[in-house]
């Protein structure tokens, strides 16, 4: 179990699973919450040292006009293409964990929050699982993760489907978690199922202490 400053809860699972909603609600319970994704962007940035090192690597033909990293650019150039795509990774991930800590350690030193949490689709595969004290894996149906992808970015289904297949699947997840929440229902249900983990696990400052394995 990871000795932090701060418990911390990894929250992560295929895209279209629910995580940022479940992200939500925990804070909503005190949780302080920090998206993997977002401070992937941030370490991009052209003011940041991660940016050179991207541009060597892929090019100046993924910029944009104002001079910063086109996601979408760089995106077309790592999809399906396992080597790129570990090549970004190794420069990306690094900064991500180190930011985590550093937000993390601040936010405990305040003492504002009884928890942090961390929203990452990639939490296993940056290693930000490292820093966490218990693993949320959210899982749902592929139709309603397809469904919810389709809705919320605005594409067709074989590019969500597309999406669904390019990582890891919920059975390789699930080896590394030890809550395991079907979003497979309302809202409600969700907040419900949330609930009934939290109760089942007693809070403590330095790690979890209660049920080992729950999956509901």
Same mark, same amino acid.
């Given at each position: ?7 911390? &809860?990894? =929250?992560? %699972?295929?895209? %279209?699973? +629910? ?39 892929? +090019? ?17 150039? =790592? ?16 900064? =991500? ?26 939490? &296993? ?55 395991? &929440?079907?979003?497979? %229902? ?7 199922? &949330? ?14 202490? +209660? ?6």
């Amino acid at each position: 179990m990871q000795q932090n400053k701060i418990t911390t &809860i990894g =929250v992560t %699972g295929i895209t %279209g699973s +629910g995580t940022s909603t479940v992200s939500s609600i925990l804070a909503e319970r005190g949780g302080f919450v920090t998206h993997a994704d977002k401070l992937a962007h941030e370490a991009m940035h052209k003011t940041e040292p991660a940016f050179a090192e991207i541009i060597q690597i892929f +090019g100046k033909d993924i910029l944009t006009a104002s001079g910063e990293i086109n996601r979408r650019a760089l995106g077309a150039k =790592v999809f399906g293409n396992k080597e790129d795509l570990a090549k970004l990774e190794k420069i990306i991930h690094p900064r =991500v964990i180190q930011r985590t800590r550093t937000i993390f350690d601040k936010i405990a030193d305040h003492g504002a929050h009884t928890f942090a949490v961390i929203d990452a689709p990639l939490l &296993i595969e940056s290693g930000l699982n490292s820093m966490c004290d218990s693993i949320w894996l959210i899982t749902a149906p592929d139709d309603q993760r397809i469904s919810r992808i389709t809705t919320r970015d605005k594409i067709d289904e074989s590019t969500a489907k597309r999406r669904l297949s390019s990582r890891s699947g919920d059975e390789t997840l699930k080896k590394q978690a030890n809550i395991i &929440i079907q979003n497979n %229902g309302s809202l409600i249900a969700l907040r419900s199922k &949330i609930e009934t983990v939290l109760k089942a696990m007693s809070l403590k400052k330095h790690g979890f202490e +209660g049920l080992e394995i729950l999956e509901i």
